[in-house]
């Protein structure tokens, strides 16, 4: 039996390109569950954007475990520490089992139909008073495909509002941003297997051994296999994937363009570009070649605080590379100019020819495990079924399968994203907001803000979620959900994998699935389609799979060849799945033909500086003809620099252990035991100066507020702060019920533990955002340090094991993932 | 020959352009994405004005100098009206206006490049002819980012506010 705490990613299956990845089946049962009465029921893991394929132990009406399934596509067998312990947050006993309705300032439990009814009351008044603009509506990547497009046909078609975004903006709007410029659609062109067949991995900004540990663990073992591909890390913290890299770029947080822009001039200036690719596949690469000019590794290097020569290291591994593989995530979304950085990285793959072919890719990554399906659906700041909101045709086209009137989906500008969203409530624009399955009150920047926007009087926030969090705190109505394991419905990974999750048990009390929810809700507005019949005519998921299945016939992501049956405990399939795919299609872009037409596309595209949207006749005048766009720009310092009050860089980011806001993760008994506690992460150079040793509590502060935390003392960057963002208030003392600001409850400045003490990373982040994806910066803002109290010499809670590990080695290794069973199976063929 | 007045128009209003684009960028701090591009796009006119120096010598136009500077006393208060502002219903009318009249600002400096063009062509000054086609075209981005923002903000201030 393993411990999966202390080894993260598992037992070891090393191989080379030329044989295929093992299986090797990980398993975990709650003690004393009787194996063989188990039923299992096929699912997958939901705890990130690999989306591993497993299957749900049942025994007596209740989940008691999980186990990879070997057959799976995506992890052969595996799963993470999240997915091995999450499920257990299923039982967990303080689940909402009943609608709340605020009553005399007090959340009080009501039945469906005083809930229900409250929500539509409001809805109408608001309707009638001030029309479908001061609705707005805010969800999630942990919902399933069926869930997001009743929702997004019931908002787009029903409300007819704009105000519709998922949290999927916070983590994988620029993913979707930056497919669109390059390639004309999202949708990642390539397959997981590709890591199985490179020869050399570029990582930027992609803590893949925290982020995606199924996925570490496949490159794991490419890396201690026979022929070990040539990693490239860019990072400003020591991850356990920089550990690995051949060249490691710790640059300055909010560089990333520039550092990019400096590869290319190195590929260009070195010849090492596939120039017949590019003239026969691209466009614009001529004013690529002039910007990228203006980096030369010297200036580059001054501006991202590496040396020179590492740069020129990197270029020329990425240079020498036949089979490159590029991925991105978070440390280039939530960054400065993130959609730009991001396209950089498809322009690599472009300039080297690498693209559409084994072992060669770029990966725009999720997080979300469901987030490729809020982008699908249209359910955040996209039109359904990739189409472009700028184009009449695919407005008609949707209106035609929706039966409503074009005009009544609205698409005189882009779909309003979340920071916009919550401007309008601030300004008290926006006065009726529905927040389903996220929590914004931790999630969202400039935490103090987010809490006094939510509390506003004139604004009716209705909440629907598994538990009490800190958003529904700040509710008028919350709504209990059903989860994962608790409904049947599909989601699609980050290399367009379709699963089927099927119900395993009855969601708890009177939880309901999130599409029940909508559904209720619609047929309560009475919301029609243009003949005067319902306008949702569905009733299960699968019924709305079906229709989906039909708005997705002939776009980029076609689901039409799927269908429940098939997926039912598949190994997992890609799309597009149609009549010429019936098994679904591994690459996209073989034929290096893109999606770039511009009747085809879903996006004209913008200006990478300033946002500014292109339009109809500007992408025509590309002349694309099926090829990509090498989109480029100028680096530009960030806008909140190091200053004399504020001099260190602050950035925030996950634990392995941990997902989002600790909904799930902190009722899961072995996650929550590793990573228990906030803390920040310093440099030795900055601790010493700072007078900070390990496990003493610090201050942290930017103009924007405060948060204490005990410090340790790791191999983040010199001039460089790091906090995780799980950590909020709900389960401190008093802290997740506090209805308004906890900073206004109790004392502020209080010891460990007691009340009113901040420690939510986001109380310090700052309210901006890209100007083409709209995605917040989470990755560069200004702060200080100050010591607040000795900590004795008692480590702080940072797990050991991963990027926190201390840089010195007294502290005890975090463990406690006892009872894993990990079964290697034989080589054998893949099956694909 | 009058080259030298067409490089003062456009060197006038693109210091114009800053002008406003600096005032609105304080007067709107709740709106994030104003307040950080105002000041990249009116930085991207003052260095339009310094990338037209060497030829303003060249034709005899009287020198301008873009200001620089510690942030005035009108700036300040401006900022500190803008933070007051942020959470009033009058924000978004006056962001709408404010977009509005940077928008003809913009237009102003995209037709003096224009017209400098032209003239940049008839007098075959190959040189001038590239700082108008680098500079016009980033006129014409802040005129397509006024563009996508006023769309973006019209309905919502019109008919919900």
């Known amino acids: 039996m393993a411990d999966r705490i202390a080894d993260i990613w598992g037992a070891r299956t090393p191989h080379g390109a030329d044989s295929p990845w093992p299986v090797r089946v990980d398993q975990y049962l709650a003690e004393g569950v009787p194996e063989g009465e188990v039923q299992w029921v096929p699912s997958a893991c939901v705890l990130c954007s690999n989306g591993c394929g497993m299957d749900i132990a049942v025994h007596s009406g209740q989940i008691v475990g999980v186990r990879g399934r070997a057959s799976d596509r995506v992890s052969h067998g595996r799963l993470g520490p999240k997915g091995l312990f999450g499920w257990q947050a299923n039982n967990s006993p303080d689940r909402l089992t009943e609608p709340l309705v605020r009553r005399d300032g007090e959340l009080r439990p009501a039945s469906w139909d005083e809930a229900m009814g409250l929500v539509v009351e409001r809805s109408r008044q608001v309707l009638d008073e001030h029309g479908p603009l001061a609705m707005g509506f805010y969800n999630s990547g942990q919902l399933f495909l069926e869930d997001y497009y009743t929702l997004s046909l019931l908002v787009r078609a029903g409300i007819g509002t704009p105000h519709l975004d998922g949290n999927t903006r916070l983590c994988t709007a620029t993913a979707d941003f930056a497919l669109k410029e390059t390639f004309g659609t999202d949708g990642d062109p390539g397959s997981l297997r590709d890591f199985d067949l490179c020869d050399t991995i570029f990582a930027v900004g992609h803590n893949i051994a925290e982020t995606q540990t199924v996925l570490w663990a496949r490159i794991l073992d490419r890396l201690h296999g026979p022929d070990r591909p040539r990693l490239v890390v860019v990072d400003p913290r020591r991850t356990a994937v920089a550990r690995e890299a051949d060249v490691h770029l710790p640059i300055r947080n909010g560089t990333n363009l520039a550092l990019l822009n400096g590869i290319q001039h190195e590929l260009i200036a070195n010849d090492r570009v596939d120039r017949a690719f590019v003239d026969a596949h691209t466009v614009g690469f001529d004013q690529l070649a002039a910007i990228v000019a203006d980096y030369p590794p010297e200036r580059v290097a001054e501006i991202c605080g590496v040396p020179a020569e590492d740069i020129r290291a990197a270029a020329r591994i990425l240079g020498s590379a036949d089979r490159l593989v590029s991925t991105c995530l978070q440390g280039v979304y939530q960054s400065h100019q993130a959609t730009a950085s991001a396209c950089q990285v498809n322009n690599i793959n472009l300039l080297r020819g690498m693209i559409g072919e084994p072992g060669r890719t770029v990966f725009q990554m999720n997080g979300q495990p469901t987030a490729q399906n809020t982008r699908e659906t249209g359910a955040n700041g996209d039109m359904t079924a990739l189409r472009n909101w700028q184009n009449p045709d695919h407005v008609a086209d949707l209106a035609r399968i929706w039966n409503v009137d074009p005009l009544q989906i609205p698409t005189w500008a882009p779909p309003t994203h979340v920071m916009q969203i919550f401007r309008h409530a601030e300004t008290g624009s926006i006065r009726f907001l529905w927040i389903v399955g996220t929590n914004p009150a931790v999630s969202l920047p400039e935490l103090h803000r987010i809490r006094s926007i939510l509390a506003q009087e004139n604004l009716f926030v209705v909440v629907s979620d598994a538990f009490l969090n800190e958003t529904g705190h700040l509710a008028d109505v919350v709504l209990p959900a059903a989860v994962w394991g608790e409904k049947t419905g599909t989601f699609t990974n980050h290399d367009r994998t379709v699963h089927l999750s099927v119900k395993a048990v009855d969601p708890p009390g009177q939880a309901r699935p999130d599409m029940d929810i909508f559904l209720d809700y619609a047929t309560r507005m009475e919301l029609k389609d243009k003949d005067g019949a319902p306008l949702i005519p569905w009733r299960t998921p699968e019924e709305c799979f079906e229709a989906f299945k039909r708005v997705t016939a002939g776009r980029p992501c076609d689901y039409s060849g799927l269908s429940y049956e098939k997926l039912r405990g598949s190994p997992g399939i890609q799309w597009p799945c149609n009549e010429n795919a019936p098994e679904g299609t591994e690459r996209l872009y073989a034929d290096h033909q893109f999606n770039t037409d511009t009747d085809y596309c879903e996006d004209y595209g913008h200006d990478l500086a300033t946002g500014a949207a292109h339009e109809r006749n500007d992408h025509a005048a590309l002349r694309t003809n099926g090829r990509a766009i090498l989109k480029s720009t100028h680096y530009l310092p960030p806008h909140e620099a190091p200053s004399e009050e504020f001099p260190l860089l602050y950035t925030t980011g996950r634990t392995v252990y941990h997902w989002h806001t600790r909904t799930k993760s902190r009722r899961a008994p072995q996650l929550n035991a590793a990573a228990p506690e906030m803390w920040v992460e310093l440099a030795a150079g900055d601790a010493e100066r700072l007078g900070v040793r390990e496990g003493d509590l610090v201050r942290v502060e930017s103009a924007r507020g405060a948060i204490e935390a005990r410090a340790h003392v790791s191999g983040v960057r010199e001039g460089v702060v790091f906090a995780p963002f799980h950590y909020g208030y709900w389960d401190l003392p008093d802290g997740g019920a506090t209805d308004g600001d906890p900073t206004e409850n109790g004392a502020t400045g209080d010891g460990p533990g007691g009340n009113g003490r901040r420690r939510a990373a986001n109380e310090l982040t700052v309210t901006e955002w890209d100007p083409v994806s709209h995605q917040p910066l989470f990755k560069v803002a200004a702060v200080r340090v100050e010591k607040v109290a000795d900590g004795g010499g008692v480590p702080s809670p940072a797990p050991t094991t991963t990027t926190a590990r201390p840089v010195s080695g007294d502290a005890p290794g975090t463990s406690g993932g006892d009872g894993v069973r990990e079964t290697v199976e034989e080589a054998r063929e893949e099956t694909r | ?161």
């Open chain 2, 1 to 161: 020959m009058r080259v030298d007045t067409a490089i003062s128009e456009v060197q006038d209003a693109e210091l114009d352009l800053a002008k406003q684009l600096h005032r609105v960028r304080e007067r709107h701090t709740a709106e994030p994405d104003v307040h950080h591009l105002g000041n990249t796009l009116a930085h991207r006119c003052e260095e339009h004005v310094r990338r037209l120096a060497p030829f303003a010598e060249r034709y005899g136009a009287p020198v301008r100098e873009p200001h620089v500077g510690s942030p005035r006393l009108l700036d300040a208060l401006r900022r500190k009206s803008g933070e007051l502002l942020g959470h009033s219903e009058l924000a978004g009318p006056l962001l709408l206006r404010d977009l509005c009249d940077l928008s003809l600002a913009a237009h102003e400096v995209e037709i003096a490049w224009v017209i400098l063009g032209q003239v940049a062509q008839a007098v075959r000054d190959r040189e001038l002819l590239q700082v108008v086609t680098t500079c016009h075209e980033d006129t014409r981005m802040c005129e397509k980012w006024l563009r996508t923002r006023i769309k973006q903000v019209a309905p919502q201030v019109l008919v919900a506010g």
